[in-house]
């Protein structure tokens, strides 16, 4: 009896994992166990997933930086016995993040899924570089009488680091394979926020969300230990689709 049940178990998983990936050819279902989706939103971090396990204890959520090492558990699945599931992660790191689930059966077995990067949302026009012309009202609205200083150095947006349509901020530098490149963050009256001490590749996403309000901030990029550039750059309160 014990047989058929497990048979059955079976049967049932894999006619889920075919439908969920028919499903999600045409767009409307995420990976099914042990693959899942990590989607870089506004601000946050979606992680999605089909599952066919019924008797799971609890589903852990796991961040790195390096996709090897230092995995820590940021939060567990609300509801981890549901076939569809989902996970916000509110406060994602500056840098790549990569994540994996710890799943946890109800007979004390448990099993790590397959590590995912986060990458950006499809859905959202992240590749348009916001000018000044898109931002000028929100800025005058958070900034006063302050904005008249921006107006007067005439801003533009660097070529390096700036923000897009999503909100979030874009570091792209072409060579960071071949030199090495160091970020400083400010608040705009100069406070220090954090660094980044080494780009190691030539594009990198920072989520709005760590800078944790809206309104202008002052980086500084080093080339070789050498100020390249020492500008700024507005994170709005919304984003444009």
Known sequence: MKQIARISFVIGFFILT????????????PPVLPAFSASIKTGKIQLDWISGFTEVKEI???RS?????????IGYASYPTQTRNAYLDNKPL????????????KNGRFMYTKVMLALPDSTIRADQKLEYTDIKDASKALRGKEEENVEKVAWHPSNFIYTTADG????????????KYAVKFYESNGTFLFDIEH????FLILEKAIFMHAGWFNFE???????KEKWSFFIPLNYRQ
């Open 94 to 105: 500056p840098g790549n993040n990569y994540y994996r689930l710890f799943i946890l059966f």
């Open 60 to 62: 852990g959520v796991q």
């Open 168 to 179: 979030n901020i874009n570091i792209k530098v072409p060579d960071a394979l071949q030199k």
């Open 18 to 29: 075919a439908l969920a990936s028919k499903a999600q050819e045409q767009g409307y279902m």
């Open 221 to 227: 990029l080093f080339e070789e230990g050498k100020l």
């Open 199 to 202: 780009l190691k590749g030539p």
């Open 65 to 73: 930086l390096d996709s090897v090492l230092n995995f820590n558990t």
